[in-house]
Every structure is written in C-alpha cells, then in structure tokens.
C-alpha cells in the first residue's frame, strides 16, 4: 500500500476573480505549485516508486500509473 507524501503545506487564501480571468490565476497558482515541488524528494520517491512495474521507456503507461496512483490514495477535499 502506498502513503502519500506529507508535505508541509502554508495556508494561503486569496480571493480569485470569476470566469476567464480566475480560470487563468488558478493555473497560475497551480503551476507554482508544480514548480515548488516538482523536486522534493518524496514526492520524486513516490513517482519512482509508483511507476516502477510499469515497462521501460513507456511514458504513456507511466502517466497512467501515477494517475491512477493519485486518484485512488490521494483524497480531495472540496475547499469551503
């Protein structure tokens, strides 16, 4: 069984304009998410760990191995 990485996360709420726009500062936040922690070294562990059995060279089977990984042990909470 596999555990998701704890991660220390701060909390910061900030208000995100309505339509096109928010769509746009979602991504943004999103993607400095994805560089902040793109690199740590459990979540890299984890990546390794689960696409391990997958087969050399396979990218496609790769992204659907941690796919799969992240929808069946990572939980969402819907944000208040």
């Known amino acids: 069984m596999f555990l998701a990485?704890?991660?220390?996360?701060?909390?910061?709420r900030t208000h995100l304009s309505d339509g096109v726009s928010?769509?746009?500062?979602?991504?943004?936040?999103?993607?400095?998410?994805?560089?902040?922690?793109?690199?740590?070294?459990?979540?890299?562990?984890?990546?390794?760990s689960v696409a391990f059995l997958t087969p050399a060279h396979d990218e496609v089977s790769e992204v659907e191995a941690i796919f799969s990984f992240v929808r069946d042990h990572i939980r969402y909470t819907k944000d208040v």
Do not use: C, N, W
């Open 5 to 12: 990485p704890e991660i220390s996360q701060t909390s910061l």
């Open 22 to 48: 928010g769509v746009f500062e979602t991504l943004r936040l999103m993607r400095q998410l994805v560089d902040r922690y793109k690199t740590h070294p459990l979540i890299r562990q984890t990546a390794i």
